[in-house]
C-alpha cells in the first residue's frame, strides 16, 4: 500500500505525522508521566507549512502546504482529529495535490489504540487504514486488529508504545535534560509494524515569537527536539539505515508547538502556528 511522490517518502509516513501532533497525553497516567500529562493543554492548532529547502538535483520547484489538528479529551481517553494539505509543483506547471486525514483514539492507561487514516494524491484513489492495536501491559507484547485491509492482523513487540505514551515520554525527558531517545513506536500509519523512532534533545530555548500575532497563543520557552522516523520493521533501527522523514519540533512544556520544521527528503518545511484555541476538558 504504498503511494509515493517521491523516492524518498510515501504519503502515509507523512499521514503518520499527524498521529504524532495528536498530544494525546492522559491524565490518568501516574507517576512522572502523569506529572507530564498534568501540564498538557487540549489545544486545536494551525500551521502554515511554507517551503523551507529543495535537495539539489530534485525535480520539485514548488511546494506548500497546511496543517491542522483538533484534540480533544475524553473521559475514557483523548481523540484527535488531523488533516494535513499539500500541493506540490513539478517542472511544465505539473501540479500534485496531497491530503491525508487521521482521526485517532487512545486509551488513558496507553493499552489500547483505535486508527482510521486516509490518503489521496499523485491521481491514485483514497488509500485508508483502519483498526485498533492493544498491548498486554506497558512494556509488553500486542497485536493488532485491521477493519482496512480486512482480516489483516498484526503482532507487536515488546516494548510497543503507542503515539500518547510516546510524546509523553519525550516531554519529559526533554523536561528533565535528557539528551537521547529510542522508541518502537505503532501509529497505524503503515501497514509493516512498529517504526523505530529516534529523538535527540536539545537545550530549552527563550520563547518563540511567530511571524504573525495568533489569538490565544501564548508564547513561553521551549524545548527543541529532532525526532528521525525509519521505515516499519521488527521495531529497531538497522545502523546503518537512513531515516525516511526527520522532524524538529519546538515543544512548551504544555505540549503546544509554535513552530516547527519537516525533513521529508527531497523537501524541507517549515511550520509556523497560524491558529490556536484551547479546549475545554469533560466533566467526568
Request: net charge positive; with cysteine; charged share 25%.
Amino acid at each position: 500500500m504504498k503511494l509515493t511522490i517521491s523516492n524518498h517518502y510515501s504519503p502515509f509516513a507523512l499521514a503518520a505525522l499527524l498521529i504524532f501532533f495528536g498530544f494525546q497525553a492522559s491524565s490518568a497516567v501516574s507517576g512522572p508521566l502523569g506529572a507530564v500529562a498534568d501540564k498538557i493543554a487540549p489545544h486545536r492548532a494551525a500551521y502554515e507549512l511554507k517551503l523551507e529547502e529543495v535537495v539539489s538535483g530534485s525535480q520539485i520547484v514548488h511546494a506548500e502546504g497546511f496543517m491542522s489538528f483538533d484534540w480533544l479529551r475524553r473521559c475514557d481517553g483523548w481523540t484527535s482529529d488531523q488533516r494535513l494539505f499539500l500541493v506540490i509543483t513539478y517542472p511544465e506547471n505539473r501540479t500534485i495535490k496531497f491530503k491525508a486525514v487521521s482521526v485517532t483514539w487512545e486509551s488513558d492507561d496507553g493499552l489500547r489504540f483505535r486508527f482510521n487514516i486516509s490518503s489521496d494524491g499523485v491521481g491514485d484513489e483514497e488509500e485508508r487504514i483502519v483498526g485498533e492495536a492493544t498491548l498486554k501491559r506497558i512494556g509488553g507484547p500486542g497485536e493488532v486488529k485491521y477493519e482496512s485491509p480486512k482480516g489483516k492482523k498484526e503482532k507487536l513487540p515488546a516494548g510497543t508504545v503507542f503515539p500518547t505514551r510516546h510524546t509523553l515520554l519525550l516531554l519529559q525527558k526533554a523536561l528533565s535534560g535528557e539528551r537521547f531517545d529510542k522508541q518502537k513506536v505503532f501509529d497505524g500509519g503503515e501497514l509493516k509494524g512498529v517504526s523505530p523512532v529516534t529523538a535527540i534533545f536539545f537545550p530549552k530555548q527563550a520563547k518563540i515569537d511567530l511571524p504573525k500575532p495568533v489569538k490565544g497563543y501564548s508564547p513561553k520557552p521551549v524545548f527543541p527536539m529532532k525526532l528521525a522516523f525509519f521505515a516499519p520493521s521488527g521495531g529497531d533501527a538497522a545502523q546503518d539505515s537512513l531515516p525516511e522523514s526527520e522532524y524538529k519540533i519546538f515543544y512548551q512544556a504544555n505540549g503546544v508547538a509554535p513552530r516547527l520544521h519537516l525533513n521529508f527528503g527531497d523537501f524541507k518545511f517549515r511550520g509556523d502556528m497560524i491558529g490556536f484555541e484551547r479546549l475545554p476538558k469533560p466533566e467526568c
